[in-house]
């Protein structure tokens, strides 16, 4: 009898979101669902704002990077201003981007998934969290919980307050970095360095093999990110550079401003969520990953030394580029070193501190995209504006979009390697979540959806009823 | 000249007549909040919050000239609350979103929310449907959050003496206009002095360019500029 099972709801994670796997007849999986169950609406009630509440508005859409929103935003007003931000002004939004990747990231490694993998997959859900990890190793997780203090104290310092700080706006940035602030980023400096080296060697000690990092599945897709001209991991500015699984290059340098000649989405009556994907390749077979695996995959090399180092070390042990969706753990902490790396060269240089902050322009150009690295990948912006800088109709797409269909893939694979003859265990469960949770996925961004994430899942048969529900309450 | 003696919570004023309620309190250092009246501007009782008691009658105080022997009380639990009350139907008649707005931290409006303890608001929300007229070079309205104060009808009428802004329909439907309902841009008699966006206490009237949280009002310079008109 074919059965459908449902996860319901997919914890630590930011959104709503519920699983369904499909049965066959014998009990194997058929197919599976990821469901974002949410809808909120941005790219319908921003209609008819004014272009420069825009950043401090799309801000509003995650609690969790709301500096990627106001980035990506500001940038996007930038082009319709047509004016090119002062020199202090790019720094300062690279330095709080970097500060971003390294508190979002280490919220992500240290918080959300480490207790996965360091604390046992099939260990009790109910200590299975960052407590139980307190608990386990309470230096490594005060220095991973300091760490991620690092980076939103950088985000505090920078633009007054760690969320939604209304400090990037249309032409540059509305406050300069004070000496004082700038002497106290360095000081902590070599403590973020040292933690993130520390995270870096105990995470390969553990799994540094490859059949360890397989534990999430591994499969091929083409992979997404910025890139400087000569091919550097990028997060700021920089082209649109895809990939294939082996890392062949398939698009090597795309102006971000024509995204939607490369990237367009699809939808589906089960899911909010809709799905970007490559056109030439078409939907669903231009499935591609952005995020920390995507950029690291997509990049050459990184400009910086110790990220450079790793990125060597990473694509040795991996046999080149990685398709292991557990990867995105790695190479989290890859882009953690490298943006360590670069808040000291951008402290370093003495234009940082500049008070000539900001462009000022009326409206220049109707229309303007925004594009830079969210922690969870390439964040895109687009608006259109009347004379007056009126919004007259706006497209986003987000990180955790861009993902939609590897992450659908990945939940299929892990079902499909952990349910036999319709035998399910709490091991499928936490694997399951695990590999969404991997990508990060930020589901109230990605929707621009409401609220928390419950997922559950349901077991649905051949005749469509639902004959099991595994859900439970651990957050 | 003729006095006369009133008593506001309890202590005896003696005053002067013709003079408002909320001219004497503030002179004597008694608060009263205000939200339509502007010093400089005349006073018209539109927003109902200076409302106080008199011998168990509501009165707005910036329009009640005081009499002999007029007892005033200004902060009793009844006025507090139907303060509270008046403040609460501003929010829900418009759409206050402090988070993004303009004037966030800047606002008379959200000052007032604080200063009257204004937690929720417990009548439901009208939700109206505006459109931003952004179309002036460098000022934008913002109905969304206007609360019909009239401050700019005003201090255009009273000390540009330009007459641009007024007031349209009644009721909900109430709205300030430019000239005779058109956009602001082709409002002819404008003379773009930007008084009307000093005294706009909200987020309504403001700059553009101005990004969120950035706008900063001086509607002081309407109170220097009246004076200074007066006495030379």
Not at chain 1, 174 to 180: S, V
Not at chain 1, 327 to 351: F, K, N, P, Q
Not at chain 2, 103 to 122: F, I, K, P, R, W
Request: with cysteine.
């Amino acid at each position: 009898m074919e059965r459908q099972i449902h996860i319901e709801p997919v914890t630590r994670i930011e959104g709503h979101g519920k699983i369904t796997v499909f049965l066959d007849a014998k009990g194997d999986v058929r197919d599976a669902q990821f469901h974002v169950t949410e809808l909120r609406g941005f790219e319908q009630f921003c209609v008819g704002r004014t272009l420069w509440e825009m950043p401090g508005l799309t801000a509003r859409i995650c609690g969790i990077c709301p500096v990627s929103h106001i980035l990506a935003s500001a940038k996007a007003c930038d082009a319709i201003l047509a004016v090119q931000i002062p020199p202090a002004a790019t720094l300062l939004r690279r330095l709080m981007n970097a500060g971003q990747l390294v508190q979002s990231h280490a919220l992500s490694y240290f918080y959300l998934s480490a207790p996965d993998f360091l604390l046992g997959w099939d260990s009790d859900p109910a200590t299975r969290n960052v407590i139980g990890l307190v608990a386990a190793d309470p230096v490594l997780a005060r220095k991973g919980i300091r760490l991620r203090a690092f980076g939103q104290e950088i985000i505090d310092r920078l633009g007054g307050k760690r969320i939604h700080p209304g400090w990037a706006v249309p032409g540059g940035v509305n406050q300069a970095l004070p000496e004082t602030d700038r002497a106290w980023m360095l000081e902590r400096l070599p403590e973020a360095l040292a933690t993130t080296q520390e995270a870096l060697a105990l995470f390969k000690s553990t799994f540094g093999d490859v059949e360890d990092r397989d534990v999430l599945t591994d499969f091929p897709s083409m992979y997404m990110g910025l890139v400087r001209p000569d091919g550097a991991w990028e997060h700021y500015a920089g082209v649109l550079r895809i990939v294939d699984s082996k890392g062949k290059v398939v698009e090597p340098g795309y102006d971000p401003a024509r995204y939607y000649e490369i990237i367009q989405e699809a939808s589906e009556p089960w899911t909010y969520l809709k799905f970007p994907h490559y056109v030439p390749k078409g939907y669903p077979k231009g499935m591609y990953r952005v995020g920390p695996l995507g950029r690291v995959n997509a990049c050459d090399h990184f400009a910086t030394p110790l990220a450079q180092a790793e990125l060597e070390e990473f694509r040795e042990r991996s046999g080149g580029r990685s398709g292991r969706v557990f990867d995105y753990h790695y190479a989290r902490l890859i882009e953690i070193l490298a943006s360590v790396e670069e808040i000291g060269e951008l402290l370093a240089d003495d234009r940082i501190t500049s008070t000539e902050i900001r462009a000022q322009a009326g409206i220049n150009v109707r229309e303007g995209v925004g594009v830079h690295e969210a922690p969870r990948g390439t964040l895109i912006h687009h608006y259109w504006v009347d004379g007056n800088g009126v919004i007259e109709k706006l497209n986003l797409i987000v990180s955790t979009g861009h993902n939609n269909l590897a992450m659908n893939r990945a939940v299929r694979e892990i079902a499909k390697t952990y349910i036999k003859k319709g035998k399910v265990s709490e091991g499928m469960l936490n694997r399951i979540e695990g590999g969404i949770r991997a990508y990060d996925p930020c589901l109230s961004c990605s929707v621009h959806a409401v609220g928390k994430m419950p997922l559950a899942v349901e077991i649905v048969d051949a005749q469509g009823d639902v004959v099991t529900t595994l859900a439970r309450d651990d957050r | 000249m003729e006095r006369i003696t009133v008593k506001i919570d309890g202590r005896e004023i003696v005053t002067s007549p013709g003079r408002t309620i909320l001219e004497v309190a503030v002179e004597h250092g008694i608060r009263i909040p205000t939200l339509c009246h502007l010093e400089g501007l005349s006073d018209v009782g539109a927003c109902r919050l200076c409302i106080v008691d008199v011998r168990g009658q509501l009165v707005t105080s910036c329009t009640t000239r005081v009499a002999d022997k007029m007892e005033v009380l200004t902060g009793t639990d009844a006025v507090r609350a139907y303060r509270r009350t008046i403040l609460e139907l501003l929010f829900a008649e418009g759409n206050h979103v402090c988070a993004f707005c303009v004037s966030n931290g800047g606002c008379e409006l959200q000052d007032l929310a604080c200063e009257l303890e204004m937690h929720s608001v417990t009548v439901p929300y009208a939700y109206p449907r505006h459109r931003v007229d952004a179309t002036h070079p460098r000022f934008l309205i913002d109905r969304d959050r206007c609360v019909l104060c009239g401050r700019c009808v005003r201090a255009c009428g009273e000390v540009e003496g330009a007459r641009t802004w007024n007031f349209a329909e009644r009721g909900s439907q109430a709205r300030v206009i430019t000239d005779l309902d058109v956009d602001w841009g082709t409002a002819a008699s404008c003379t773009s002095c930007g008084k009307c966006v000093e005294v706009c206490p909200t987020g309504a009237i403001v700059r553009k360019g101005e990004s969120n949280g950035e706008m900063r009002k001086k509607p002081e310079v309407i109170t220097r500029l009246k004076e200074r008109r007066t006495h030379g």
